[in-house]
């Protein structure tokens, strides 16, 4: 039977959803979980493939605004929810999701895409490259002593009820989505995820909690975590489990490390998601003792090549001439001059000499400015054709700190 593609009905969803679960193992999430991505879900930006009345294949997208270099937040589909049944692999069912969303963004006039992967290998044929990073951390806080900045001691910190503090923990990260590219503004609901904690998902550990840090009657910073509560026969071997961390200032997130790592009867400190720059790794007198470990966490892509290199600026002055490779989006193929620099960017096609050659996913992997061209070139990934261009671009691309993205979608 041939399959059909089309756009998700809201009588639909439970099927769709269903078999988004059963990809990801098949464990049904909790009632409040499945509530909260059903009423998140843009059902016209959601698509279905269907086998007769089964459901084979699902994606779906969301209509965020993603910071980029230079401050700005430009509107970029997040990729979601994309699975095919196994019983129908390798008939070209994930190609024909991939076409369609990369369309449908491009009619709606966003210039990127993103999203993150459960298997990074899949998504680089789409044009998708490694645009932010994050690191996992575990901090021995038996053997690991913190030095904390002058002006942590007038910091204050207070527990709060998680639900009750939900609106000031929001307005701290919105002042912090500007600061850093890879960040992404909460649209109405979003403020609700935080808040998702299935007893079933806490594997022995408590419900979240919340801490605040105040300093002149103003919340500066916040933290939601969990205690693991375990014993050695050593004694307590506990472990604080951060799910999010903010600071508005250094002060304020140092004030925060310092309470998670003398919680009493715990032994470690454990996080996963953070900025590769973060500055818990200078507070830390031994770096090693905390087994810091780096993944892939949010990919980009390009959808108009222009439009985006046009969205962001540019910590140098530059003026290249990028020969673009990109067959799944062929309207982004051929050349491209970029000229900008830290007041913006224009970049139009052109009929000059190339001075760079790379493919549209090596454009999404440095366009956040966490991965360098010149690593890209190294790996035979991007070709210098004017001697000079690759260093003079790559240092342009980069950015003062690193891309992070704070949670999953």
């Known amino acids: 039977m041939t399959t059909e593609l089309r756009v998700l009905d809201p009588s639909e969803w439970d099927r769709w959803y269903g078999v988004l679960e059963l990809a990801f193992g098949g464990v049904p999430e909790a009632p409040e979980e499945r509530q909260l991505w059903r009423d998140l879900t843009e059902f016209d930006r959601s698509l279905g493939v269907w086998?007769?009345?089964?459901?084979?294949?699902?994606?779906?997208?969301?209509?965020?605004r993603l910071t980029v270099p230079g401050g700005a937040s430009v509107p970029a589909g997040g990729v979601t929810m994309v699975s095919v049944a196994g019983t129908h692999r390798r008939r070209g069912i994930l190609t024909s999701m991939m076409r369609r969303q990369l369309d449908d963004l491009r009619a709606a006039g966003e210039c990127l895409a993103v999203l993150t992967a459960s298997e990074p290998e899949i998504y680089g044929r789409f044009g998708y490259g490694i645009g932010a990073y994050s690191v996992h951390a575990a901090i021995d806080t038996n053997r690991v002593r913190l030095t904390v900045p002058e002006g942590t001691d007038g910091v204050s910190l207070r527990l709060a009820d998680l639900t009750e503090s939900s609106a000031v923990c929001e307005e701290v990260f919105a002042k912090l989505v500007p600061s850093r590219p890879g960040m992404i503004a909460r649209l109405p609901g979003w403020e609700r995820l935080p808040l998702i904690d299935p007893a079933g998902?806490?594997?022995g550990a408590s419900p979240r909690q919340c801490v605040l840090a105040e300093r002149d009657g103003e919340v500066v910073g916040f933290a939601?975590?969990?205690?693991?509560p375990d014993w050695s026969f050593a004694g307590a071997d506990g472990s604080v489990n951060v799910d999010q961390l903010m600071g508005l200032d250094p002060v304020a997130e140092a004030a925060?490390?310092?309470?998670?790592?003398?919680?009493?009867?715990?032994?470690s400190v454990r996080f996963r998601s953070r900025p590769v720059d973060d500055g818990w790794q200078h507070l830390v007198s031994d770096l090693r003792r905390c087994e810091p470990t780096v993944r892939d966490a949010l990919h980009v892509r390009l959808v108009e090549v222009g439009a985006a290199l046009e969205a962001r600026t540019y910590q140098a002055p530059l003026d290249v001439v990028f020969e673009v490779e990109d067959a799944f989006c062929p309207w982004n193929e051929g050349r491209w001059r970029l000229t900008g620099d830290a007041k913006g960017a224009v970049c139009v096609r052109?009929?000059?000499?190339a001075d760079l050659a790379l493919s549209a996913r090596e454009l999404g992997a440095a366009y956040l400015g966490g991965t360098s061209l010149v690593s890209l070139a190294a790996a035979g990934r991007v070709r210098e054709l004017r001697e000079g261009a690759l260093v003079e671009a790559s240092v342009a691309f980069?950015?003062?700190?690193?891309?992070?993205?704070?949670?999953?979608?």
């Open 201 to 203: 998902d806490r594997e």
């Open 224 to 228: 939601h975590y969990a205690i693991k």
């Open 350 to 353: 052109t009929s000059d000499p």
């Open 256 to 267: 925060l490390w310092r309470f998670l790592c003398s919680v009493d009867l715990t032994a």
């Open 398 to 409: 980069g950015s003062p700190v690193a891309p992070w993205l704070p949670h999953g979608f």
């Open 51 to 64: 086998d007769g009345e089964l459901c084979v294949g699902t994606a779906g997208a969301f209509s965020f």
